[in-house]
């Protein structure tokens, strides 16, 4: 891309290392950048909303604020604070409980990333009058001269490649958006925040959902939905136990079951009407494999919907090796077919489409 025309960015600052640096490098490439921090929705230690009770949200806590603050004064550049929490309640929060309600397991980052940090902020982006959003996410783009369209495509560094959650980037969207440092790997983000004397270069990473204390989402759901214990059966449904509500499991699950003795245990389905939570012993139960689903909301990076049947690779998951399969539509729907047998395939999980390093799109499972 050509900067000439281009003179302001904003750039999405979360107090870490990766948007600290991608902030650095488009400023020494000469653009006008601002940076901005995105306030989140927090839960509350009870139902009140007094300042005293809330809990932090890792993604903007009053330290990653401050973090990125500090990045802009060195920098010398404009920094400000906006507040999404309404927003984020509503499109990321919500949905979360509403999906696990349903007996589905979402997953909040893609749809933060969708309605919020490539919505709400290309639309402040827009507001603010600057011509690019910019974030430290581990992708990259390319303008193609051929098909006048932007290519949407993996990390340089494919163990830091977080292409699985931004599929919903469609042509509108990448029009505006500048990922700066999906031409590195890890290592050399943390040199380079070093070099720029950044104080957060050491900073960990969390991978963890940010509005959700520790690792065990439960007492979160317990906190918001009305859970409903029941029986734990096998599949010859003899009696193992009892489950403490059907959303707090997900299909393929082995820890916190809750059942000893002959285990371990694999979650291998749920039965809504009985209330019953079906389980094996065996890791590879054939109830655990499948190598066909309906996918839904389906999203085309092109915008332009491609012919059937679509040989692709494929994810189901973010920490997963990509998977040869085929893409068919039929009456309206869109049937993925891998080559072999997959494990756990999870309704609510979202499956992305791959040709080479290239990403096509992609959909949730249904």
Not at 79 to 88: G, Q
Not at 140 to 155: C, P, Y
Not at 262 to 274: A, D, Q, S
Not at 325 to 335: D, L
């Amino acid at each position: 891309m050509s900067i000439a025309k281009i003179k302001k960015v904003i750039v999405g600052m979360s107090g870490g290392v990766d948007s600290s640096v991608a902030a650095a490098l488009l400023q020494k490439q000469g653009y006008e950048v601002i940076g901005v921090f995105m306030h989140f929705w927090h839960d509350m230690v009870d139902q009140s909303e007094t300042l005293d009770t809330h809990i932090e949200n890792r993604c903007c806590s009053r330290e990653a604020e401050e973090g990125a603050r500090k990045v802009a004064q060195k920098l010398g550049i404009k920094f400000y604070a906006v507040n999404v929490s309404k927003e984020f309640k509503k499109e990321v929060v919500d949905y979360f409980l509403f999906e696990y309600k349903q007996g589905r397991t979402p997953n909040p980052c893609i749809e933060c990333n969708r309605s919020i940090k490539f919505e709400v902020m290309i639309e402040k982006t827009l507001a603010m009058g600057a011509d690019f959003m910019a974030t430290g996410h581990y992708v990259r783009i390319k303008n193609d001269i051929k098909s006048k369209n932007i290519k949407f495509l993996k990390a340089k560094d494919e163990n830091k490649d977080q292409s699985y959650f931004l599929y919903t980037l469609n042509q509108k969207k990448l029009k505006y958006c500048l990922f700066p440092i999906g031409d590195y790997g890890k290592k050399e983000i943390r040199i380079l925040a070093k070099e720029y004397g950044f104080e957060i270069a050491d900073r960990k990473e969390s991978q963890e959902i940010c509005f959700i204390q520790g690792k065990y989402y439960g007492d979160f759901l317990k906190k918001y939905l009305k859970l409903i214990p029941g029986k734990i059966v096998d599949k010859d449904n003899n009696i193992l136990g009892e489950h403490k509500g059907l959303p707090l499991y997900t299909i393929g699950q082995r820890r916190d079951i809750g059942i000893g003795g002959t285990g371990p245990y694999f979650v291998i389905g749920m039965n809504r009407r009985k209330n019953q939570l079906i389980v094996s012993n065996k890791k590879n139960d054939q109830n655990l494999l499948s190598k066909k689903f309906i996918a839904e909301k389906i999203v085309w990076t092109s915008g332009q919907t491609p012919e059937f049947p679509l040989k692709i690779k494929a994810k189901i998951r973010y920490r997963m090796q990509e998977a040869t399969a085929i893409v068919y539509k039929e009456n309206e729907k869109y049937i993925v077919q891998f080559t072999k047998s997959q494990r756990a395939i999870m309704p609510g999980q979202s499956v992305v489409f791959y040709k080479k390093d290239e990403v096509l799109g992609g959909g949730i499972i249904k």
